[in-house]
Structure formats: structure tokens, C-alpha cells
């Protein structure tokens, strides 16, 4: 029961985005785009498919793929998009987003007219070629199952140590924060109680000269 839990588990941690849209032509460079994202930890493999479906002609579909991290790391790019597969790990925790735009030829009306895109992207052990593995290392079936939730264990394992690493991190930052806010507290209490003093000290004075008290 226990290694069927775990199976399920590590399911979970493969990731695998897949949808089939139009996208209508322009001939405006920043216009017509559609961008997917799905994130992704660092270090997972990564195997991307796309196609486009034929469709009328003077169209041409560019893809391009990265990520939203500081360093915005380059994933690859495709022009004139057909049918392409590849795969690449990331090299960061962030968002792997993919760009299409489909590019209008010139001497071909804006008419609205669009392409069907398929778009298939898998990560973690949903990603890896297991029948290719099973072919070359000549294994059982039950062999390159394990070898599969083994993976998706470690992705697992690496997912919630990134995870653990960020929530030290958010705790560091909150603790700093309240550092601040009880300093701040401190300094205004300070501030106000000095004032206070000073406004009697001022006053006593102030009646003493007028001979009042």
C-alpha cells in the first residue's frame, strides 16, 4: 500500500502542459502573441512539443522559449515552426514560459485569418525517453517503472528542498521585518515620552516665570 501511495505521489511532481489554440496572423511584430508558463524548479528536464496544423497559406509561426528569472535564461527559438521537438533543463526556480507569435506575409490581407497550434511540454520523469532506456539497458517492465518513480522521487525530494529553502528564507525576512517594526516601536515610544517630559518640564517653567505656581 505504501509503494502505491508513493507511486501516486510522484505522479504528482511530473508536470506536463498540454493544449491546442489558434492563433490569428499579424503583420505587427509585438502583436498576435501567446504566451504559456508553467513553473519549474531547478534542474528538471524539460521535452517540448510543437506542431502547427496546415492552414491557409502566408503565415509563418515563431516560437521562443525562457524563463522570468533574474537572468532570463534562454530555453531555444524556433522560426517558421512545423513540427519540432527538444528537450533542455532549466537552470533556474522560475517560470518556463513559451512565446508563439504567427507572423502575417506581406501581400496578404488581414483578413483574421489563424493557425492550429499543438503544444505539449513535460517535465520531470514525464519527460524522460523510458523505452528508449528500456531498449539500450535492456530492461524489464517493472525495471523502468521503478526507474521512473525513482526520478519522480527525486524530483519530489528536490521540489521540497527548494521549498524548505524558501520558506528559511521568508522566515529570515519576516524576523528581520519585526526586528524592524519592535526597533521602530521602541524609538516612537522613546520619542513620545521625551516630548511629554519636556512639555512639563516647559510648562513648570513657564507658570514658575509667570509666578503662577
Known amino acids: 500500500m505504501r509503494t502505491v501511495t508513493l507511486f501516486f505521489v510522484a505522479l504528482l511532481s511530473a508536470v506536463t502542459l498540454a493544449l491546442e489554440f489558434d492563433l490569428q496572423a499579424t503583420s505587427d511584430a509585438n ?10 524548479p531547478r534542474g528538471s528536464h524539460v521535452k517540448v512539443s510543437a506542431k502547427v496544423l496546415p492552414g491557409f497559406p502566408g503565415q509563418k509561426v515563431h516560437m521562443e522559449i525562457h524563463d522570468d528569472s533574474p537572468h532570463i535564461n534562454q530555453y531555444g ?39 492550429t497550434i499543438q503544444f505539449k511540454m513535460d517535465s520531470g520523469a514525464m519527460a524522460e525517453d523510458f523505452a528508449k532506456v528500456q531498449q539500450e539497458e535492456k530492461l524489464k517492465p517493472m525495471e523502468v517503472e521503478l526507474r521512473r518513480l525513482a526520478m519522480s522521487l527525486d524530483d519530489i525530494q528536490d521540489e521540497l528542498q527548494y521549498l524548505k529553502q524558501r520558506e528559511g528564507s521568508l522566515r529570515d525576512a519576516n524576523e528581520m521585518m519585526n526586528s524592524r517594526v519592535r526597533t521602530f516601536g521602541i524609538f516612537s515610544i522613546s520619542v513620545l515620552i521625551a516630548v511629554a517630559v519636556y512639555q512639563v518640564v516647559y510648562l513648570r517653567r513657564f507658570f514658575h516665570q509667570k509666578k503662577l505656581i
Open 77 to 115: 527559438a524556433r522560426k517558421q515552426l512545423d513540427d519540432v521537438s527538444f528537450r533542455f533543463d532549466t537552470q533556474a526556480h522560475a517560470n518556463v514560459i513559451a512565446c508563439f507569435h504567427n507572423e502575417l506575409d506581406q501581400g496578404y490581407p488581414g483578413d483574421g485569418r489563424s493557425l
Open 31 to 40: 502583436g498576435g502573441r501567446r504566451c504559456l508558463s508553467q513553473w519549474l
